[in-house]
C-alpha cells in the first residue's frame, strides 16, 4: 500500500496500501497545526495452465482476489529510495522529531523509520508458491502484484534479465492456479539511481542532486516511460491488465511532498508538489500510450489486448464537526476535489486546474473552465481504461486556523523550501484542510469505530465513491485496494462483509464494478515499527520463518467468493447470455454472511 497516511497539515498517505499499504498512514496533513479534538467485465478470462497448449476458462465475470507490493513483501531490496530514507540516520531523527507529538500522525507515538528487510520473503519461489495456492484455495480467480523497477533496472539503463525472468516465472505460477494477474508497473518506490532523498538540502554535493531527484524532475518522467517500454514487451504474453502507479496523489504527492514522513521528506513543499503532480500525470498519459502500442497480444484470448489504470487513493470525506462549520465545508469540498478528483480529471477529460491549484482553493473555484489558467490537454483525454479505487476510510477534514504560526514550524524540517511562493489565507492551500486525528481525540471527537491505524470504517464511503466515479467519468472500476489494520482479528471479518456489501449495491444501481481486491493475504512490511497487521493471514514478522498463521477473515472472504462462484456457476448452467446482467452477489449471500462473520453498519 505504500500509503503514509498524515493528520498534518498535507494529509499523507505512504505506507501500509500498502507501504502503500496505504499506508503511510494519514499523518496529519498539517503537522505544524497538530490540531489534537480534533473492458470491461468480459475482458476478464482464467488462463488455468501456461502449458503448451494454454487452457482458457470461460469469461470471469467479476475478479476476486488479494493484492501485494512488491518492497512490503518481497525482501531482500536495498536500492530504492525508500532502502535509504529508512536507513539514514539524518532522516530517521528528523521523522521521528516530526511525529514525536502525539496529535500528530496516527496518534499512535512517534514514527522509528526501518526498511523493509527480508519483509516476507515472498521474493523467493517457496514462500510465493504457497501464496498463490492459498489464494488459489480461497477461490480467488486473480491476484495483483508489483514490479519493483529498482530490481529490473538497478542503474539506469541497465537491466537485469534474471530479475525480469524471476517476475516472469512468478506471473506463470499465478496463471497455472488460474489466478489472472494484474500488474502494478510502479508500486511506489524509485530506484536510488532516480531519486535518493536529500538528507541536507542545501548542499549541493547531497547525493539527492546526483540522482534524477525524482518525480520533480521531467528526466524521472523519461526514465520511467523508458523501463514501460522495456518490461511491457516482456510480460505482454502473460499480462493483459496494467496498473500504472499506485496513488499519485494521496502517497507520492502528499506523502513526499508535503508530511515530511514519506521519501523523499520534503514537508509543505507545495511548490514541488504541483511540479511532481504535472509530471505524474504525464507519466501516466505516457505509460498508457506505450502500453497501448506495444500490448498486441491478448494473453487471456477474450479480444482485448490491454486495460489500463491506476490505483487512486480515495475518501469518504465530510466537513469537521467543530469550529467554523462553513469553513469547513469548503476545506472539505477542496479535499475531495484535490485528493479524490484532480487526476482523474486529467487522465479522462485533459482537464488541468492550474487555477484551483494558483488560489482558486482560496473560494473552493473548481473547474472554472473560464480561467486563463486553466487547460485543457487534448492529448491526456481518455488514458483511462478503468478506474483502479484504493478505499480504506472516512476522513473529517477541518479548516485550518489561521493563527498558526506555519512558518516557524516549517523551518524546522530540514528537508524543505519555502511553503509556497505566494502566502495563502488557508494554510493548507489546494489540499482544501487538514484531517481530524481521531485516534489521538478518541474520546473528545464523535466518530464510528476506529482500526488499530486510527482509521474510521465507513463501508457506505465506499458505495458512494463508486456511484461518483460511475456518474462524473463513465468508467469500469476496479476496486484495487480494501481492507484493515485489525491485530485482534475481532473486526476483518465483518469489514470484509460489510464492504462487498456496499460494492453490491452499487453494481445493483448500475455501476460497472469489474472486482474486487483485498489488502492484502498476508502481514508484510508496513508503515515503520507500527506492526499494524492487514492481512488474511497472520504473520509475526519476527519469526524467522515467517509461518503464515490462517485467520477467521479468511472464511468470510472465501465464504462469500464461494458463494458468489457457485451463482456464476448457476447463471452459466441456466444460459445466461451476457456477463454484465449476470449477478455476482446476492442479497441472500450477504445477509448469510452477515449472520456468520459480523458486519459494521
Not at 473 to 494: C, F, H, Q, V, Y
Request: one cysteine or more; proline letters at 5%; hydrophobic letters at 40%.
Amino acid at each position: 500500500m505504500l500509503n503514509i497516511r498524515c493528520n498534518s497539515l498535507a494529509s499523507v498517505f505512504i505506507m501500509p496500501t500498502s507501504i502503500s499499504m496505504v499506508f503511510i498512514l494519514l499523518f496529519s496533513t498539517f503537522i505544524l497545526l497538530s490540531f489534537s479534538p480534533t473492458a470491461y467485465l468480459n475482458s476478464q478470462l482464467i488462463t488455468l495452465s501456461l502449458a503448451s497448449t494454454t487452457t482458457i476458462a470461460e469469461p470471469a465475470p467479476f475478479f476476486w482476489g488479494a493484492v501485494t507490493s512488491p518492497y512490503e513483501v518481497e525482501g531482500g531490496i536495498t536500492n530504492n529510495d525508500w532502502a535509504y530514507f529508512t536507513t539514514n540516520k539524518t532522516i530517521i531523527e528528523r521523522v521521528s522529531n516530526l511525529t514525536e507529538n502525539p496529535n500528530i500522525g496516527l496518534g499512535l507515538g512517534s514514527v522509528h523509520l526501518h526498511p523493509a528487510g527480508n519483509a516476507i520473503k515472498e521474493w523467493e519461489p517457496a514462500y510465493y508458491l504457497a501464496d498463490f495456492d492459498r489464494a488459489k484455495s480461497m477461490g480467488m480467480n486473480s491476484f495483483i502484484i508489483g514490479i519493483e523497477w529498482a530490481r529490473i533496472e538497478p542503474f539506469k539503463g541497465q537491466y537485469d534479465q534474471e530479475a525480469i525472468n524471476h517476475y516472469k516465472e512468478m506471473i506463470a505460477a499465478m496463471r497455472e492456479r488460474g489466478l489472472t494477474p494484474l500488474i502494478t508497473i510502479n508500486h511506489f518506490t524509485l530506484p536510488q539511481w532516480v531519486l535518493t532523498p536529500p538528507v541536507n538540502i542545501s548542499d549541493s554535493t547531497d547525493p539527492y542532486y546526483k540522482s534524477l531527484r525524482g518525480w520533480e524532475s521531467n528526466d524521472t518522467v523519461d526514465a520511467y516511460v523508458e523501463y514501460v517500454k522495456r518490461i511491457v514487451p516482456e510480460f505482454k504474453d502473460q499480462v493483459d491488465h496494467w496498473l500504472t502507479m499506485n496513488e499519485p496523489v494521496g502517497s507520492v504527492t502528499i506523502g513526499g511532498y508535503l508530511s515530511g514522513v514519506s521519501s523523499p521528506g520534503f514537508f509543505h513543499d507545495y511548490d514541488r508538489t504541483r511540479d511532481v503532480l504535472h509530471n505524474l500525470i504525464v507519466a501516466h498519459v505516457r505509460a498508457y500510450d506505450a502500453i497501448t502500442y506495444l500490448d498486441d497480444i491478448d494473453a487471456d484470448l477474450d479480444g482485448i489486448p490491454k486495460n489500463v489504470g491506476f490505483k487512486n487513493l480515495m475518501y469518504d470525506v465530510r466537513p469537521a464537526l467543530i469550529d467554523n462549520y462553513t469553513q469547513n465545508v469548503l476545506a472539505a469540498k477542496d479535499f475531495a476535489y484535490f485528493m479524490n478528483d484532480y487526476f482523474l480529471n486529467a487522465v479522462v477529460d485533459g482537464e488541468e486546474d492550474l487555477h484551483y491549484l494558483n488560489g482558486g482553493f482560496e473560494t473552493g473555484d473548481i473547474q472554472n473552465t473560464n480561467a486563463s489558467d486553466f487547460i485543457i490537454h487534448s492529448n491526456w483525454k481518455n488514458k483511462l481504461d478503468f478506474v483502479g479505487v484504493d478505499y480504506y476510510n472516512r476522513v473529517d477534514i477541518l479548516f485550518p486556523p489561521s493563527n498558526t504560526n506555519q512558518n516557524n514550524r516549517i523551518t524546522t524540517a530540514p528537508v524543505t523550501t519555502a511553503i509556497t511562493s505566494t502566502p495563502a489565507s488557508n494554510p493548507a492551500q489546494f489540499l482544501g484542510g487538514i484531517q481530524i486525528n481521531k485516534a489521538a481525540n478518541n474520546s473528545t471527537y464523535p466518530h464510528g469505530i476506529l482500526s488499530d491505524s486510527g482509521w474510521e470504517i465507513y463501508p457506505k464511503g465506499l458505495y458512494d465513491i463508486l456511484v461518483h466515479i460511475e456518474k462524473k467519468w463513465n468508467k469500469p472500476i476496479l476496486i484495487t485496494e480494501n481492507g484493515i489494520a485489525d491485530s485482534s482479528e475481532n473486526l476483518r471479518s465483518a469489514f470484509i462483509v460489510s464492504h462487498i456489501e456496499q460494492v453490491k449495491r452499487a453494481m445493483d444501481s448500475g455501476v460497472d464494478v469489474l472486482g474486487y481486491f483485498h489488502w492484502t493475504l498476508t502481514d508484510n512490511y508496513d508503515f515503520p515499527n507500527l506492526g499494524l497487521k492487514f492481512g488474511l493471514y497472520s504473520v509475526d514478522l519476527n519469526d524467522p520463518n515467517l509461518v503464515r498463521h490462517e485467520t477467521n477473515s479468511v472464511n468470510a472472504y472465501k465464504f462469500i467468493i464461494n458463494q458468489s462462484n457457485s451463482l456464476i456457476a448457476q447463471n452459466n448452467n441456466n444460459n445466461a447470455t451476457s456477463n454484465l446482467n449476470k449477478v455476482i452477489i446476492t442479497d441472500s449471500i450477504i445477509s448469510r454472511a452477515a449472520q456468520l462473520y459480523g458486519a459494521i453498519y
